[in-house]
């Protein structure tokens, strides 16, 4: 644990999916997580969501070492879990820098970078023409 990366007594990480973006705090606590000033459950109803971002605490079996605090913003449910787990991920690492092997080994710290294609003009999607009529 390093002081200098603390800044305010917390540790900060940004996580990025698609449109989405959370900025994580992580303080040492009891394990509380907060999103957008509400509780884990209450934010990500579906299991699969709230698994998403406990999942690199529960990994590097510090799930009950942190009260974690994020703000996201932007995209749907699952792009703005699968970007509070990498912010956690980014936060996990200015609190120990040992634990960046295996949290990128299991692609924790990796951004999915696929985006939405955007439209083109003459187009009626991002590759979907018209309907062609002959007559």
């Known amino acids: 644990m390093s002081g200098e990366d603390r800044t305010g007594g917390y540790f900060w990480g940004t996580g ?17 997580i907060q999103i957008n000033g509400r509780a884990l459950p209450q ?5 699969s969501d709230q698994k998403a971002v406990s999942s690199p605490l529960d990994f590097a079996k510090l799930a ?3 009260d974690i ?8 449910t699952t792009g703005q879990a699968e970007a509070a787990r990498m ?7 200015l609190y120990d820098r040992n634990l960046e092997k295996p949290l990128r080994e299991e692609g924790y710290l990796t951004r999915d970078s696929r985006m ?10 991002a590759r ?3 309907q062609f009529s002959k007559r």
Request: aromatic share 12%.
């Open 16 to 32: 990025r999916r698609k449109t989405a973006t959370a900025r994580v705090r992580l303080r040492p606590g009891h394990g509380a």
């Open 43 to 47: 934010y990500f109803q579906k299991p």
């Open 64 to 66: 009950t070492a942190f």
């Open 69 to 76: 605090f994020i703000k996201v913003d932007g995209g749907g």
């Open 87 to 93: 912010g956690i991920a980014r936060a996990l690492l």
């Open 116 to 125: 939405v294609e955007r439209k083109k003009y003459g187009k009626s999607g």
């Open 128 to 130: 979907r023409s018209f």
